[in-house]
């Protein structure tokens, strides 16, 4: 799953300073655990994050706290899908004139960034409603990241393009007692 990354840094500073020996850190009121690096938080909403740090020669520095909102949630994306459209088959069958908008939502970020390609190309920023000026079948990938960096999974849309209207022909029919009708 997703996670937070969190890392702690701690000066002992001053002409006699003997130099930081460890730190400590919890979360939500667990255990202290010794701090060997950059660690995760896996769980998301608020947490609270309190730590210290302990020098060569035994001197604690006061507890700090600090509440955390964490988002390891990622964004959900959408298409909408504008008219003329048709669903038949399981087929999205639109046209060249039909709008295509995408959208996301994340109930703990405001700002999403939508990437979307078209047929494998290269990915683009998504800024608004776009049409898809094609003769054939195309395939739209897109996906959300929020301003954590959470991203969501690539979703896919396949669309089959109808471009070309129809034709109605006049076909002859022969009377039964008349013989073939001349047009």
């Known amino acids: 799953g997703l996670s937070t990354k969190i890392s702690l840094v701690a000066n ?9 020996k460890k730190i400590l850190y919890r979360i939500n009121n667990q255990d202290w655990i010794e701090y060997n690096g950059i660690f995760s938080i896996t769980n998301g909403g608020t947490v609270v994050l309190e730590y210290y740090c302990i020098d060569n020669v035994g001197n604690q ?6 509440e955390l909102y964490v988002d390891n949630e990622p964004p959900y994306s959408n298409v909408n899908i504008g008219t003329p459209y048709l669903e038949k088959y399981n087929k999205n069958i639109i046209t060249s004139q039909t709008l295509i908008e995408l959208s996301c939502s994340d109930s703990n970020s ?6 979307y390609r078209l047929n494998n190309g290269e990915y683009i920023l998504y800024d608004g409603s776009f049409k898809i000026d094609a003769n054939y079948n195309v395939r ?3 996906y959300t990241v ?7 999974l690539t979703r896919m849309v396949d ?3 109808d471009n070309v209207g129809p034709n109605i022909f006049v ?4 009377s039964p007692t008349k013989g073939p009708v001349n047009l």
Do not use: A
């Not at 405001?110 to 990437?115: A, D, G, M, Q, V």
């Open 171 to 174: 076909v002859p029919i022969q």
């Open 61 to 66: 520095e006061e507890i700090k706290r600090k």
């Open 140 to 142: 739209l990938e897109y």
């Open 159 to 161: 669309f089959y393009l």
């Open 110 to 115: 405001t700002e999403n960034k939508i990437y």
């Open 146 to 152: 929020d301003q954590f960096g959470n991203q969501e």
């Open 12 to 20: 002992d500073e001053g002409q006699t300073s003997s130099g930081i």
